[in-house]
């Protein structure tokens, strides 16, 4: 059960926007990823952003406070915190969203659980839709072999200790499988139960084109792993396993992302230098670029003259807009016997 559509989009239900952008009208994306900084405590062996050699990095909470006000009026419906850092690491992560909430935006936020101790769950859950942590290892030494760090027990102990101040923020884990980990999804689906996690979600490892290692590449999921994580949804009825089937079909089938992307009319991405980008993929590639919160007015970064679609050249596999962009694309270019529904 997928209750939050997380294998899927939910593009289909911001039905207005999705028309002024098929009329040619010029948007503001729906959803925006915000990265405060790029620093980050753990050293993940699947780190898609290693290609990033830059000094350290904090976005100006005065200039980024602005920026959303001007967001939410423009038309941005939410923000999440996260990007190429530990967001929590920010010294005014708890400002930045408590700010972003009260202009008016869903805002949520995904991080290693590291620092999410009391008194920061205390301060940020009441503003957050949702919140995801990133646990990619369910003993402590598979954990510290994934994550770099001896960190298991205490991101385990703040998960639970959030939950237990019953807010009606959802708190979510995340396991990205990998062969390091692949013989504890059992586990962990016990782990996000004694946890009193509101769900755990299963994902596929996937490649960035600018990644450097190579490590991963080409990592594909055998028919035995597949029925594996069916078999585990299914025994567990009355707890969401969101196994994300289309996407890890889409791995082992080595489906790369449509060349012309749609999808970035809807979302973009503020990096830790400010800049924003219509897909975080793609940072550094000026055909993505729509401007810097430091340097741009509001209005020209956010209403800018709609986008059909970007040439997006060799994308990543499985793309996390893949399903917006078929979506888009039908949209678009039509669909045999559309009255037939």
Not at 2 to 20: A, C, F, G, T
């Amino acid at each position: 059960m997928d209750r939050y559509n997380i294998d899927n989009h939910k593009l289909m239900y911001h039905p207005h926007e999705v028309s002024k952008w098929h009329k040619g009208e010029s948007i503001a994306p729906i959803y925006v990823e915000i990265s405060p900084t790029n620093l980050c405590n753990q050293s993940c062996s699947f780190c898609g952003i290693d290609f990033l050699k830059q000094k350290s990095h904090w976005l100006g909470a005065i200039e980024l406070k602005k920026e959303l006000k001007a967001m939410a009026r423009l038309g941005v419906k939410s923000v999440m915190f996260a990007g190429e850092g530990e967001p929590l690491m920010h010294p005014d992560i708890i400002g930045m969203i408590m700010y972003a909430y009260k202009c008016g935006l869903d805002v949520a936020l995904t991080t290693n659980g590291t620092l999410l101790d009391l008194p920061m769950a205390r301060a940020i859950l009441p503003y957050l839709t949702w919140l995801r942590v990133s646990i990619n290892g369910a003993s402590r030494e598979t954990y510290k072999k994934v994550h770099g760090k001896d960190d298991f027990e205490r991101v385990c102990d703040n998960i639970q200790n959030a939950k237990s101040l019953g807010l009606v923020c959802t708190i979510g884990m995340q396991f990205v499988v990998l062969p390091e980990n692949d013989l504890e999804l059992r586990m962990a689906a016990n782990l996000a139960i004694d946890l009193e996690a509101d769900y755990l979600s299963f994902k596929p490892f996937s490649q960035h084109p600018q990644m450097e290692s190579k490590k991963y590449k080409g990592l594909k999921y055998g028919d035995f792993l597949m029925d594996s994580m069916q078999d585990i949804v299914a025994s567990l009825p009355n707890f969401d396993i969101i196994y994300r089937k289309q996407a890890f079909e889409a791995c082992n089938k080595g489906v790369k992302g449509t060349h012309l992307c749609y999808a970035c009319s809807f979302w973009a991405y503020i990096d830790s230098l400010g800049n924003v980008w219509s897909c975080s993929v793609w940072i550094g590639v000026g055909a993505f670029y729509k401007g810097n919160i430091y340097r741009d007015e509001a209005k020209d970064t956010w209403k800018s003259p709609k986008v059909q679609a970007i040439p997006a050249g060799d994308c990543r596999i499985n793309c996390r807009m893949e399903q917006v962009n078929k979506y888009l694309h039908n949209l678009t270019n039509g669909v045999r016997h559309e009255n037939f529904i």
